[in-house]
């Protein structure tokens, strides 16, 4: 359980142990998270691990099995829709065919009866944001994909909710509007302290635009932090392999008379560190391929041959076989030499460069 929010220092969001079953169907086990004023959090995993579940949720567009939700301290459990002080954006924008842009991003203002002059001037403000202006009199079948998204995002951002929920809004587009959208989305969240909850499967995309990472895989929450911290500190081999190229060694630990611990891997044993590993406990030793230099280091080291080498601009991927279907990823920068394919190599990282996670 989460502490109770306290009336100063309250998150923005809380998640007291909502979750969400569908009959048998278990879709989000209970789950706790507080989300602060103008965080953005991302909720980040493979299909069916319960992302749009959560965010559903917390729309109030689906009704919890179990657990509470707080925004700004109260509690909006049984708040509808339309009374929770939230935007939404989805992957298919959704806008309405028969107004145009402007008329578009105008409409949440209106159903919220503001002044004609107020409207005018909000929608000028947002079309300007998401640059636009030049295209506030079209209708959405004239403009592409890409503009609908963002008079989509303009429409939500206009009348400042409290929250704004996306889910996989950018889903949709391809991948050059997509990285391009992402600066777009950052900057309305710098421009506008908005506090954000964004769900997508693409990792690149979380890391590129979260404060925080929460990690969700059957159901559940892996993992939450920083995005820098989930990658260098994942703590199971499902992150680790989520986030970002790993290489996984899975073994068992090999308490040793001396005080030295090991993991016994099919690539060998392997130098690990730990408290309270139990002998024989199923371990796996994690490293990024570009913590792994080429060439002998002494303990941490694996041997194997050059399988694939593969060229991706700005780096040479080595894909080396260092037991049978179990293949180590190297990240060599240019300017530096190349094996040849086939050789035999050996392989070596520091021992701060690997973590240990549970398989
Ligand atoms: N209306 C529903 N009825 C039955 N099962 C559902 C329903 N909505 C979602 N689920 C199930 O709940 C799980 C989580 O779904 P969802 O939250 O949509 O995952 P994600 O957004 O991460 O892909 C999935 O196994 C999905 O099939
Ligand atoms: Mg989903």
Same mark, same amino acid.
């Given at each position: 359980m989460l502490a109770k929010p306290d009336q100063a220092n309250q998150p923005k969001l809380l998640v007291d142990g909502l979750a969400k079953s569908y009959g048998p169907a278990v879709a989000l086990k209970p789950t706790h998270l507080a989300v602060e004023p103008g965080e953005f959090l991302t909720l980040l995993g493979p299909s069916g691990s319960g992302k749009t579940t959560l965010l559903q949720m917390v729309s109030g567009l689906v009704a919890p099995t179990q657990g509470r939700l707080f925004i700004d301290g109260r509690d909006e459990t049984q708040t509808p829709v339309h009374k929770r002080?939230?935007?939404?954006?989805?992957?298919?924008?959704?806008?309405?065919?028969?107004?145009?842009?402007a008329e578009n991003i105008g409409f949440p203002l209106k159903m919220r009866g503001l002044s004609s002059a107020d409207i005018q001037k909000q929608v000028a403000g947002a079309l300007e944001m998401v640059q636009l202006g030049h295209l506030a009199g079209r209708f959405p079948r004239e403009l592409s994909g890409g503009q609908q998204q963002r008079v989509a995002l303009a429409r939500c951002f206009v009348y400042k909710p409290a929250i704004i929920l996306m889910d996989e809004p950018l889903g949709a587009l391809d991948k050059k509007?997509?990285?391009?959208?992402?600066?777009?989305?950052?900057?309305?969240?710098?421009?506008?302290?908005?506090?954000?909850?964004?769900?997508?499967? =693409?990792? /690149?995309? *979380? @890391?590129?635009?979260?404060?925080?990472?929460?990690?969700?895989?059957? +159901?559940?929450?892996?993992?939450?932090?920083?995005?820098?911290?989930?990658?260098?500190?994942?703590?199971?081999?499902?992150?680790?392999?989520?986030?970002?190229?790993?290489?996984?060694?899975?073994?068992?630990?090999?308490?040793?008379?001396?005080?030295?611990?090991?993991?016994?891997?099919?690539?060998?044993?392997?130098?690990?560190?730990?408290?309270?590993?139990?002998? =024989?406990? /199923?371990? *796996? @030793?994690?490293?990024?391929?570009?913590?792994?230099?080429?060439?002998? +280091?002494?303990?941490?080291?694996v041997r194997g041959n050059v399988a694939e080498i593969v060229y991706a601009g700005s780096e040479t991927r080595l894909l080396v076989e260092v037991a049978a279907d179990e293949r180590v990823t190297v990240?060599?920068?240019?300017?530096?030499?190349?094996?040849?394919?086939?050789?035999n190599i050996t392989l070596s990282w520091k021992p701060e460069a690997a973590v240990l996670v549970t398989p």
């Open positions: 002080d939230i935007g939404l954006v989805f992957q298919h924008y959704a806008l309405f065919p028969h107004l145009t842009v509007l997509r990285e391009h959208m992402q600066f777009e989305i950052k900057d309305l969240h710098r421009k506008t302290g908005a506090t954000i909850i964004y769900v997508t499967h =693409d990792q /690149e995309e *979380a @890391l590129a635009l979260s404060d925080r990472i929460c990690l969700m895989n059957h +159901a559940r929450v892996e993992q939450i932090g920083p995005p820098h911290e989930i990658y260098a500190r994942p703590r199971t081999a499902f992150a680790a392999d989520f986030i970002g190229i790993s290489n996984i060694f899975r073994g068992r630990v090999e308490c040793g008379a001396d005080g030295a611990t090991h993991l016994a891997t099919a690539s060998g044993r392997l130098r690990i560190d730990g408290d309270n590993l139990a002998n =024989d406990a /199923e371990m *796996a @030793l994690v490293v990024r391929p570009e913590h792994i230099e080429l060439g002998s +280091a002494g303990e941490n080291e990240r060599v920068l240019p300017g530096k030499p190349l094996p040849k394919l086939g050789e």
